[in-house]
Structures are given as structure tokens and as C-alpha cells.
């Protein structure tokens, strides 16, 4: 009997839970009719977003959710759905026993209310989606992989406008350097293109021309010109200022009787432009 009792009051207790569910989803779906009157659609869609979406929500709230984010989600959707229902049945039975005194103001209330739970559930769905745990990871990432973005961009926007002046120094120096040089007018000091495009350059093609490597001893120097000893011990010249005042050549790799006798001392590539840089171009124009 107990048996029996049991079972019973179990199909009693569904039959009761389908009976109510049907009450509010009837009454739903007239209090629907009369928002619109003329669009069988709009009423399907309208028991979606109050009867059903309650429904689904509580589904997603047992069986969907994984993360604190999600619960939220559904728990405020099962709650819009639910309450939207609930102010739906009610704006129905206060219109249809005709106790209202201000029915157009219900209406309207139906009309904001629909709207209201619309935007709810739209919001929801997209936010249940994002608190997934996945996306959420990726959401977070990608966020900090932003800020990590912007911070740098802004560190290096500060330290660009602290070296702001020294950059443009150097920018100034290259154009006015670049000019005088074009002018024929005396390099510069401390200026980036007499190293870069005169002197050095210059030595190691010279230097790679009589087969001497950059690591090999450096150049011979003394006043008047410079030199190179290979590994035989051969001179090979690469500029003779006493050949230039004679009008000879005096950058080609041969040797002159000058450069044969002459003494030196041995300097590097930096000390051999020294040089050059003061005496080339004075010399070089008389
Ligand atoms: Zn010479």
C-alpha cells in the first residue's frame, strides 16, 4: 500500500507541476495575444522569452554551468523569466476580470516588461556563454595580454619623449653633417657620418684591396702618409700626401720611393682616420 501511495503521489505531484506550468503558460500566452493581436510569431516568441526561457535557465543553472559567472547567469535568467511570467499572468487576470481601473497603463507596463526580459535574456546568453570556462580563460588572456600591449606602448612613448631632444640632436647633427659634406665643407666633429661614411669605410677597402684584414697590424703612420705591411713584409701604400702635393697617385696600393724609406709607427683604423680628418681635405684641395 505504501508502495503505492508513493508512486501515486509521484504521478499526483507531475500532473500537479504540468497542470501549473500549462496555467501560467496559458495565461502567458493570452496576456501575448493582447500585446500582439495580429502576429501569431511575435506570441510563439513572446512564451520564449517568459515561460520557456524561465524553464531553460533553470536547465542551464543544474546541467551548464561551471563557473561562478555562469550560475550568476542563469540564476538572473531563470529569475527574469520567472518573475516576467508572473507579472504577465498577473497584468492578464487584473485585464481580463475587468477590476482595473487603468488598463492602458498595464498595457504599457506588458510592453515594457517584454522589452525589459528581452534585453535580459539576450545580455544573459551572451554572458553565460563568455563565463564558460574556456572562453573565459581566453577572454582574461587575451586582456592582459592588451594591458601588456598598451603598458608598453606607453613606456616606450615616455622614454621616446625623455630622449626626445638627444634623438633629434643627432638627426640635426646628420642633416647638417650630410650637408657641409655635399658643400665640400669641413666634416663635423662629433658627428655620426664622418665615421661612418669617410675614413673607416674607406681604410678597410683599401686595407681589403693590398689583402691586409682587419686583424692584422694595424696601419703604419707618420706625418705624411700611411701604409700597410702585409704577412711577406711587402709596404703597400694607401696614402701619400708628398706624392699628392707632387700630382702622382698617391692612394692606389703601389709603393713610392717614399713610403719604401719612410718610418712609422703603427697605428689602428680609428688613429689612421684621425688623420685623415685633418689633414685629407685641406690637403686634398690645395
Ligand atoms: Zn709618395
Redesign the pocket.
Known sequence: MKKVLASMSGIIFAVFGVAVLGLLMTLTYSALQRLFPDSFSNQMWGLVMFDIAAMCWAIAFVFKSETVGQYAAAGIGFAAGFIGTLGMVAAEVILSSGTATNTLQIAQWMTYGFIIVTVIHAALIYYHHAAAPDIHEKINVGVARGEIVTEAIKQATSTLEIEKAELAQNIHNDIVSQVKRDLNLYPVAGTPFEKKESAVPFLSRLAEKVGLKKQDDGPQVNSQ?VWTVDANGNRH?II?M??QV?G?A?MTPDV????ANAKGESGGIEAVSQILKQGLPENAEG
Open positions: 702618409m701604400r701619400c708628398i706624392c707632387e702622382k698617391w713610392c720611393d717614399h713610403i
